[in-house]
C-alpha cells in the first residue's frame, strides 16, 4: 500500500475526530474519550506527532501518531472505518512502521491494543510485534 503519510492539519484532524466505527470497536471512536479528542483537535498537542495517511487518490484513509519515549517510540494509529476488515492492516501498519523508522530512527517501537481487538493484534503480529505484557489500563 502506497501512502503519503504527512502532519495533520486541522481539517484532516476534524475529519478523523467524526469517524466511528461499529459495535464494539466503537471504543476507538475519539468522541468515546475527550482527552484523546482534545488532542488530536487541538493543533499545539498534535504538534508532531500526529500525521495523516493518504492514498494514492487522495483520500484520508487513517492517521498515525508517535510519542516518543526514552529508548524509542509509542506507536497509535487508525484506518477509516469503512476500510476496516478488508485486509489491509498489514500494508497500513507496515507503511507507519516504515515512517517511522526514517522519520524518528528509534530503537524500539511498542504499541498498546486493547485485549478484545484480536483483528488488530492479529495484524500486530504479521508485521512482526510481539506481546510483551498485558496490564489494566482505565479509559473511556
Do not use: C
Amino acid at each position: 500500500m502506497h501512502l503519503r503519510i504527512e502532519s495533520m492539519d486541522q481539517s484532516s484532524a476534524e475529519e478523523i475526530a467524526s469517524w466511528h466505527y461499529d459495535g464494539e470497536y466503537a471504543f476507538y471512536d475519539f468522541e468515546s474519550d475527550q482527552e484523546d479528542l482534545t488532542e488530536l483537535l487541538d493543533r499545539n498537542l498534535r504538534a508532531d506527532k500526529m500525521f495523516s495517511a493518504w492514498n494514492p487518490a487522495g483520500e484520508l484513509v487513517g492517521f498515525f501518531s508517535f510519542n516518543e519515549m526514552e529508548r524509542g517510540l509509542d506507536l497509535g494509529l487508525g484506518l477509516r472505518p469503512d476500510l476496516t476488515g478488508r485486509g489491509m492492516g498489514k500494508a497500513f501498519v507496515s507503511a507507519g512502521l516504515e515512517f517511522a523508522k526514517v522519520r524518528f530512527s528509534p530503537d524500539v517501537i511498542q504499541l498498546r491494543v486493547a485485549t478484545f481487538n484480536k483483528r488488530a493484534i492479529k495484524v500486530y503480529e504479521r508485521v512482526g510485534f510481539v506481546e510483551v505484557e498485558h496490564f489494566l489500563n482505565r479509559t473511556n
